[in-house]
Each structure stands twice: as C-alpha cells, then as structure tokens.
C-alpha cells in the first residue's frame, strides 16, 4: 500500500509518500514542505499547491490520502485558507481516485505515540523510531505529513488505533 500524506496549509504543505513494502516494513519515498510565496495572489497559491499534489500523484502512484482533519483554532483567517487549501488537495485526490482518510491530532498522537495529548515533541521522536528518514527533515509541517501517514497504515494494520 502506497499513501500520499498531507499536512495542508496554504503558506507551508507538509507532503509524504509512505509504503508498506511485502514484508510490512513501512518505507519513507519521498518528502517535503513545500511553500508557497506570501506575495502571490492567494487563488494563485490553491493553484500551486493542487499542480504540486497532481505531480505528485503522478510521480509515485499513491493508492490512497492520508489528510489531516481541521482541529480547534482561534485564527478564523488562517482556519479558512487552510480549509481551502485542504479542498484542493481532496479534489486532486479524489480526481485521480485515491481512497481517502482524514485524522484529526489527537487520532494523530494516539497513533504515533500511544498518547492522544502527546506534544510535538513526543510525536517528532516517535515519528524517527517508527520510520527511516534519509533526508534532512527538519520542518515540522513535513514531520507532521510523514506522522499522518504512519496514522494511516497503523489504522490499515490495527484498525482500533486511532480512534478515540
């Protein structure tokens, strides 16, 4: 199984490729934080995100979305955009018929660290004993993507994990 995990956001968009190869070792392909330019017209920046998710999904071939949910926020302005942006990701999805799943952050935590209230931190340190990451990560926004997608295949493997 081949999953495409996305941590949306219209400025920074965590992306992973995650497989789980015939002997169910989980295998980092591919990822990134891709950005969009804070001076470009926002509708712009839909565009650029949704042309970077339809390469993508050409390049790798994933079976399935693996997209975090929108959760509690007190910036109405940042929490439209994002869902915005989270649109177009689902469309490019559901567009070239991946299957899709979305996880809100304490399904997240709970998967990755055993803890629904688990911190970044927790979760990050996690995310590097569950997974091989060859690359330098660094950006929290891409650690998130490579998280959800580990959510994803813990939810394939052990279907009550996850679920509050």
């Known amino acids: 199984m081949r ?7 219209f400025e920074r968009v965590g992306i992973a490729v995650i497989e789980r190869d015939s002997s169910k070792k989980d295998i980092l392909l591919y990822s990134n934080c891709f950005k969009t330019p804070a001076k470009v ?13 339809e390469t993508i999904i050409k390049k790798y071939k994933p079976q399935s979305l693996a997209i975090e949910k929108l959760y509690f926020t007190n910036n109405q302005k940042t929490v439209m ?6 649109g ?10 991946l299957n899709i799943f ?3 952050p304490p399904q997240i935590k709970i ?3 055993g803890y629904g209230r688990a911190d970044k931190k927790m979760v990050i340190n ?7 990451i060859n690359n330098d990560v660094s950006s929290d926004d891409e650690l998130d993507a490579i998280a959800i997608g580990l959510t994803c295949l ?11």
Not at 3 to 9: C, H, K, N, T
Not at 88 to 97: F, H, L, P, T
């Open 81 to 86: 955009g994002v869902s915005e942006a989270r």
């Open 41 to 53: 017209p926002f509708h712009e920046r839909l565009t650029m995100i949704g042309n970077e998710i």
């Open 126 to 132: 996690m995310v590097f004993k569950l997974i091989k």
């Open 154 to 164: 813990a939810c394939e493997r052990f279907p009550d994990v996850g679920r509050p």
């Open 3 to 9: 999953i495409l995990s996305i941590d949306p956001g």
């Open 111 to 113: 998967a990755v660290t």
């Open 88 to 97: 177009v990701i689902i469309y490019s999805a559901s567009r070239n018929k």
């Open 102 to 104: 979305e996880y809100t």
